[in-house]
């Protein structure tokens, strides 16, 4: 049975009130779970009205780290994190997204389980996507460089070519993955200028499923 957070780790100083300056720490084999209904489900999904549970197992820390140990950990150990409402996502300059869980301890960056891996790779598709549309419409206007959506899904196959054999590909992956995609949108995340509702790719995926358009209008509120 995975251990719970806190018989391991110790709880993050509450005085870092900046989330860059929380620990972080390595959660391999990871599985995220629907606390209710005991299903695997991504964590993209993650908020305070709907919480996950994560489990993987913690590798050891650096000796910097051991101090937020609360019993030695000479191994990897099955963990739980409960009540996980957080997430955040990062692109290296390779192109590697990395994804991070948040526990009361910090941040855990995940890495999937074998039966977690093609929930993890959408999360991965999704996180891709909008990285690339941000750069695509970076700078536009409503008058100059608003590419449509079609153009910015034909353009992320030629960007990425072996991810998906065509444009309607693409498309059916952000479809998987609205919500998460309008509720970034909403929120600025990733791009400034112009404003994310501005753009082609929005107003498509506003259009197309205007019920999630309008679940994730109040899930911002």
């Given amino acids: 049975m995975p251990l719970p957070e806190a018989e391991l780790l110790k709880p993050r100083n509450p005085a870092l009130k900046d989330e860059n300056d929380w620990e972080e720490f390595q959660l391999s084999s990871v599985q995220v779970r629907d606390p209710k209904a005991d299903h695997l489900v991504s964590l993209l999904h993650a908020d305070a009205v709907y919480p996950v549970l994560v489990q993987g197992r913690l590798e050891p820390v650096a000796r910097a780290q051991s101090r937020l140990l609360r019993k030695p950990l000479p191994r990897a150990l099955p963990l739980q994190v409960s009540n996980v409402t957080r997430f955040a996502y990062g692109q290296y300059d390779d192109g590697d997204v990395a994804i991070w869980a948040a526990g009361r301890a910090g941040w855990f960056k995940i890495t999937p389980a074998r039966a977690y891996k093609d929930i993890f790779a959408g999360m991965v598709a999704a996180i891709k996507l909008l990285y690339f549309a941000a750069d695509m419409y970076r700078g536009s206007t409503k008058t100059k460089g608003n590419k449509s959506a079609n153009e910015i899904f034909e353009a992320y196959v030629k960007e ?37 509702k501005t753009t082609d790719l929005f107003l498509h995926l506003k259009e197309t499923f205007p019920d999630a358009h309008q679940a994730m209008v109040r899930k911002k509120e």
């Fill in 160 to 196: 990425y070519p072996g991810e998906y054999a065509n444009a309607g590909e693409v498309a059916e992956a952000a479809y998987e993955h609205r919500e998460f995609l309008l509720l970034s949108m909403l929120r600025g995340n990733e791009l400034d200028k112009p404003d994310w």
